[in-house]
């Protein structure tokens, strides 16, 4: 991995999700519900609910990072998860900050499947090597990111926090 980094700001992250809401309302698609993937597809959901006018935002969690560049061997879902019934006949947004390896994004949307009118997903980031191809991707990158809420260490000891 280079040492070069993709630095993501806070203004310039407000630039990126009115940019993509913008890309989302030009598609004509209209979600009816955003599904954000937390932790980082949290602040985008947000930022897109007010841009599209969706007041209607639920969370998944999925754990995959334990680490720059470590990761579990496949993707998990954590509970709670929305239960696919609320989700039936639903215009689905689902959102994330990255598209690295994609195998997040790919879960969330097969969790979808079959139950949702449509899903799209939308990323700040998208990586070449992504397994699936975000209907919406901000830019293209193959570096590392610094993204403005995880590049500084926890406030407090993360070990003492641990049940």
Request: negative net charge; charged residues 20%; hydrophobic residues 45%.
């Amino acid at each position: 991995m280079s040492d070069e980094r993709e630095v993501l700001s806070y203004e310039l992250f407000g630039t990126a999700t009115r940019e993509l809401a913008q890309q989302v309302a030009d598609s004509g698609y209209r979600p009816d519900i955003i599904l954000a993937i937390a932790r980082g597809g949290l602040a985008l959901g947000m930022g897109l609910g007010y841009a599209l006018a969706v007041k209607n935002i639920s969370v998944v969690n999925v754990e995959f990072y334990t680490g720059v560049d470590e990761r579990l061997d496949v993707p998990i879902m954590l509970p709670p998860t929305p239960a696919a019934v609320d989700l039936s006949g639903l215009k689905v947004l689902i959102t994330d900050d990255v598209a690295d390896t994609g195998r997040t994004l790919e879960l969330v949307h097969q969790f979808c499947g079959g139950h949702v009118a449509e899903a799209r997903t939308v990323v700040i980031y998208e990586k070449p090597q992504s397994v699936i191809k975000p209907t919406y991707a901000w830019r293209l990158t193959e570096r590392w990111i610094d993204f403005p809420w995880s590049v500084l260490p926890p406030v407090v000891d993360p070990e003492a926090l641990a049940h």
